[in-house]
């Protein structure tokens, strides 16, 4: 492997009063694509600048492998960046922009046309190499910046939300390309995204920030089944919680009082003991919607409600079910989301419409509890349907089906 | 043919009218003061004459007219060297209003009362001088006044904020993002600074650098006030000229000269810095495109 692991441990920087890094430790391996992922202002551009050597952390500490990098300027660390807008010179043309970074060593010039032109090559920009930034387009622009910031053969490369200003197909297809040419040099990639569905599909690791920390860290896989927390689970595609006491534990299924959703089963190890609050989190594919009653079934979840919000998008259809009177358990309010994959096309067979009467099933095992103990979140058992829709509206956009799977690496 | 008229001359004509009163005329009258024979007390002849022309090649006069561009080089040179670090500050800081507003300040005092203000900072009895001798780094006062140096100083006093400004214009719509990136692919700050700012604040240079350096090129007031007999510049030389030497020939001559060669120079100056940066040698016959004849770019460029 080519590219070096990086450490920070202990990182905090303020602002002024604004504490933007609160003790932030991560743990990036070589060659590994890492991803920081996390809402609007919650310190990744941050954390990458104190990285790259843009800002001073207040405390704590940086390492490339292993060697100790605060304090050093940005030229002197063996990693690059990719700005959000690019950051090309102007004055210069494609080629100029590319061979920068040689020019600064003092390369000669022979040696630097094979190499520009090698990395032009890499980011296929071969016959653009006279044309100035202005003349180029947003994803030609994005590909003159990777090869600028891969000419130096960093060890690590730092990405910040490169792909936000391209529309959504570019971003697909510059995403994939990002993804092959990490293949392809095998240096680390640190990508700063605040798009899910980015950092689900490419990444090795995702690393969950909020508010200046690092909530969770784990592959794709882990964050997406496995969430840690009420707010990775909703921060990552769309979710069902419930919240309530643990009323009886046998072996790792435990019964939980969720309020308006009433007596429920998940499957807990070990971490949700007899009278302990919990958080359960169910995504929407793991849900069966049914016209008629499920099987019974020891460990079935059933829940029964009207069709209330289709949102149909090809692939699948979205529905929002909200409970029906004389349910048990279940208060008049409370609310499901499910996905329904159209995996056949089937025009005969009456489909679930609007004002249907369903039921939702689901097995214990596909419950997870993301917070224990957690008192304060009662709120979110409820979710307005406006939060749900609008949830839903997000994970179409989003362009990509949630990847239970991620992508084997 | 169109319904519509264009009265956009007519309301031009006001500005036309003050152009011709006040610019085209004098000229009209200079040049043609300069091919005539000078009067017997100052004035003109009206006859036809080349000698005022001939007189130029005077060895004093051209040694003035050295001495001038020689001046205005290194006021401006200077000049430019104090105003780009002080448009940079003024446009990376919180209060640009108030620090522009601190540029402007000088302006609102008569140019001659300040350059009176250099006098009474550097004579012989001047601010500088007591508080040398009163330090005791000096016993008898240093002669600060009076030589080209003294010119100089109080020339890009004078000028400074004419360079500041338009830098100061520039610089602030220039993306610092920029400079980062030029530190993280390895350039030092000052190569940053050199390699990245310099090239995209060009048009702002090149302003500042016509503000000051024609200006300073016609000094009169201050070499007159501040300079000595060995700092007389052209501007003092032509004012000799109407009213002391009585040459109105003359003075209409060198005055003539000096603005064709100004204005030529400000010419040639202002389409060169528009043309690309000569950065990278294009390949003569390099069809664009095609894989391995993109351009070659000199080495000895930068
Ligand atoms: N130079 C600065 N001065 C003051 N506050 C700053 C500065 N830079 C960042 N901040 C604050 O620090 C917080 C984190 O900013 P940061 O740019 O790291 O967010 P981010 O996670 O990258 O957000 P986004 O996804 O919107 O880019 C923000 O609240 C921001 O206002
Ligand atoms: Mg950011």
Redesign the pocket.
């Known amino acids: 492997m080519k590219g070096s692991d990086v450490a920070v441990s202990a990182l905090r920087k303020s602002?002024?009063n604004?504490e933007?890094l609160k003790d932030v430790s991560l743990e990036i391996k070589k060659g590994e694509f890492f991803s920081l992922l996390?809402p609007?202002?919650?310190?990744?551009?941050?954390l990458l600048r104190v990285i790259a050597g843009f800002e001073d952390p207040d405390s704590g500490s940086v390492t490339i492998d292993g060697r100790e990098v605060s304090g050093l300027p940005p030229d002197k660390r063996h990693c690059n960046t990719v700005f959000q807008n690019y950051a090309l010179f102007p004055h210069l043309t494609v080629f100029e922009n590319v061979a920068f970074p040689l020019r600064i060593k003092k390369v000669p010039s022979r040696l630097i046309k094979d190499q520009v032109r090698r990395h032009l090559a890499l980011v296929q920009l071969e016959g653009h190499a006279d044309k100035k930034p202005s003349q180029l387009s947003g994803g030609q622009k994005q590909r003159v910046a990777i090869a600028r910031a891969l000419i130096n053969e960093p060890s690590v490369l730092l990405l910040d939300?490169p792909l936000s200003a391209l529309d959504a197909k570019l971003r697909q297809h510059m995403l994939l390309e990002l993804d092959a040419i990490h293949d392809q040099v095998g240096i680390t990639f640190i990508y700063?995204t605040?798009d899910q569905s980015e950092a689900l599909s490419v990444s090795d690791r995702i690393a969950i920030m909020d508010g200046g920390r690092v909530l969770q860290v784990g592959s794709p896989q882990q964050i997406y089944e496995n969430p840690k927390s009420e707010f990775v689970a909703r921060f990552i595609g769309d979710t069902n919680l419930f919240t309530g006491p643990v009323v009886e534990r046998q072996g790792p299924i435990a019964r939980v009082e969720a309020a308006g959703y009433g007596s429920l089963l998940v499957e807990a190890n070990g971490e949700a003991p007899v009278g302990a609050r919990v958080t359960v989190a169910v995504r929407p594919e793991k849900l069966r919607i049914a016209g008629s009653p499920p099987a019974a079934n020891p460990e079935m979840n059933v829940f029964r409600g009207v069709v209330e919000e289709p949102v149909y998008s090809g692939f699948q259809t979205k529905y929002l079910v909200r409970s029906v009177p004389g349910a048990a358990g279940q208060a008049p309010g409370s609310s499901l989301v499910v996905f329904r994959q159209h995996a056949q096309w089937s025009e005969g067979v009456p489909d679930i419409r609007w004002k249907d009467e369903v039921y939702l099933s689901w097995s214990a095992r596909d419950a997870v509890v993301v917070e224990t103990d957690a008192p304060g979140h009662a709120a979110a058992v409820d979710r307005p349907a406006g939060t749900a829709a609008a949830e839903a509206g997000a994970a179409v956009r989003g362009g990509e089906p949630p990847d239970p799977e991620g992508r084997a690496r | 043919m169109s319904a519509k008229r264009n009265y956009g001359s007519l309301y031009a004509a006001p500005q036309g009218l003050w152009l011709l009163l006040f610019f085209a005329a004098p000229l009209v009258i200079i040049v043609a003061y300069s091919f005539m024979e000078k009067g017997l007390y100052g004035g003109v002849e009206p006859r036809l004459s080349l000698d005022a022309y001939r007189a130029l090649a005077n060895p004093s006069l051209l040694l003035v007219a050295f001495r001038t561009l020689l001046v205005s080089l290194v006021a401006t040179v200077l000049t430019l060297i104090v105003a780009l670090p002080c448009g940079y500050s003024i446009a990376r800081s919180g209060n640009q209003s108030l620090r522009l507003f601190l540029v402007i300040v000088p302006f609102w005092t008569n140019f001659l009362v300040r350059i009176y203000a250099w006098i009474a900072i550097l004579g012989n009895e001047g601010f500088l001088n007591d508080a040398l001798r009163a330090l005791g780094v000096v016993a008898d006062p240093v002669q600060f006044l009076y030589n080209q140096w003294a010119v100089v100083l109080v020339l890009v006093y004078m000028y400074l904020p004419y360079a500041i400004l338009p830098l100061f214009s520039t610089i602030d719509k220039f993306d610092f993002t920029l400079l980062e990136a030029a530190r993280d692919l390895g350039a030092t700050k000052l190569e940053a600074l050199r390699l990245v700012l310099l090239p995209n604040i060009k048009g702002g240079l090149v302003t500042a650098i016509l503000f000051t350096f024609i200006p300073i090129f016609g000094a009169y007031a201050v070499p007159l006030l501040v300079g000595g007999k060995d700092s007389y510049m052209l501007g003092n030389i032509i004012a000799d000229q109407v009213t002391k030497t009585r040459n109105w020939p003359l003075a209409a001559a060198i005055s003539m000269t000096v603005t064709v060669l100004t204005g030529l120079a400000a010419l040639v100056f202002l389409f060169r810095s528009r043309k690309p940066a000569p950065q990278s040698v294009e390949e003569p016959a390099a069809p664009l495109g095609v894989a391995g004849t993109s351009a070659v770019p000199s080495g000895g460029a930068r």
């Open positions: 602002f002024g604004f933007a996390g609007s202002g919650c310190g990744k551009t941050t939300e700063v605040h």
